[in-house]
């Protein structure tokens, strides 16, 4: 199968022909159909540590069953599904609080959308209902990132919410926030290139950021935020959320920053802020998003700009690194790469 490895983090993503899965007890296969481009895709494949060298990297994806493993009960070939891109063992305490990715063990890794076929736990997969696209199955990953930060806000119908940042986490995050109820929501980044979307996900207002953003931010929520949720993963961020929520206000870190970001206690203290930070996704967080769309709510789907064939997966990431402006790129690993 045509696939695209992960060279590390000085070489380049090449698209090599590596022999195809075979699932293991627990396992399925399936052929992908569509996967999305994450961040993560974009930033950490810059840095160590993060993606296996010589793997086939990507983890939104939804694809068809084509082989089912021993042992694997309620699936069978010609479902169409998506999947956590890894499992724990699903006994320990952070397994069941947090979801597998946490798990004290470590979770089983096997991530690899950016294939023709990639392999997949049973256990952490889910039929897709027959409403969905496929792209809509690949949006299912990211939508539950946001889904399990947002819960840990506990937004009620008076909660103030501002989300800082509007790439597909932020966006996602803003969709959450309003099906939770909050009384409103405003969505703030840098740029205002998608502050159309933002305001389609659920926005009541979008402001630009720098000099001044916490009193714009205030005046257009009507009222410093309850709780901020920081989904630009960039230094200072953790601060900038502090310094703009309301005293005794939540902070929910989605942004996934990987380098070390400096928080004043005493300002932390001195507002009786919360500091929240979320992990990954658990299953049930990937049901409710399913749920949720086959219910009709599909503005996520306003988020894909363009799909593209494997071909040009290592460009595109390219281009997204530089500063191309897409909220959400998907591949289809079986497009023409001439069109």
């Known amino acids: 199968m045509k696939a695209i490895i992960f060279n590390g983090p000085d070489a380049s993503l090449t698209l090599e022909d590596i022999a195809d899965p075979k699932p293991a007890a627990g396992e399925l296969v399936i052929r992908v159909q569509r996967c999305g ?15 296996p060298v010589g793997g086939v990297i990507g983890h939104e994806f939804a694809g068809e069953v084509v082989a089912v493993g021993r042992g694997v009960e309620g699936f069978r070939e010609g479902d169409i599904i998506t999947a956590m891109p890894g499992a724990g063992c699903g006994e320990c305490e952070p397994c069941r609080r947090f979801g597998p990715l946490t798990c004290i063990h470590g979770a089983d890794m096997v991530a690899g959308g950016f294939a023709e076929y990639t392999r997949v736990k049973a256990a952490t997969s889910i039929k897709l209902p027959a409403s969905l696209t496929l792209a809509d199955g690949a949006l299912i990953e990211p939508m539950a990132v946001s889904l399990h930060g947002v819960r840990l806000a506990n937004i009620t119908s008076e909660t103030r919410v501002v989300v800082l940042g509007t790439g597909a986490i932020g966006l996602a995050a803003i969709f959450w926030a309003k099906q939770a109820g909050a009384g409103r929501v405003v969505a703030a980044s840098r740029s205002d290139r998608h502050a159309q979307l933002a305001q389609l996900m659920g926005a009541e207002a979008f402001v630009k950021t720098g000099d001044g953003e916490a009193q714009r931010v205030a005046d257009a929520l009507g009222g410093a935020p309850q709780v901020v949720i920081e989904c630009i993963g960039v230094e200072g961020a953790l ?6 929520a309301q005293p005794g206000g939540t902070v929910v870190s989605l942004g996934f920053c990987t380098k070390p970001d400096v928080v004043v206690p005493a300002l932390a203290t001195y507002r009786h802020v919360s500091l929240a930070f979320s992990m990954a ?22 988020m894909i700009t363009e799909t593209i ?29 001439t069109g």
């Not at 601060?239 to 703009?244: D, E, K, L, V």
């Not at 086959?294 to 996520?300: I, L, Q, R």
């Not at 990431?317 to 591949?331: H, T």
């Open 37 to 51: 481009i994450c961040g993560s895709d974009v930033h950490l494949t810059k840095e160590h540590g993060f993606f």
């Open 239 to 244: 601060n900038q959320c502090i310094m703009m």
């Open 281 to 302: 996704y658990s299953l049930d967080d990937f049901e409710t998003v399913a749920r949720t769309f086959d219910k009709g709510h599909v503005e996520a789907r306003s």
């Open 309 to 337: 064939p494997l071909a040009a997966v290592a460009d595109t990431i390219e281009q997204l690194r530089a500063g191309r402006g897409d909220a959400k790129v998907q591949v289809d690993p079986w497009m023409n790469p």
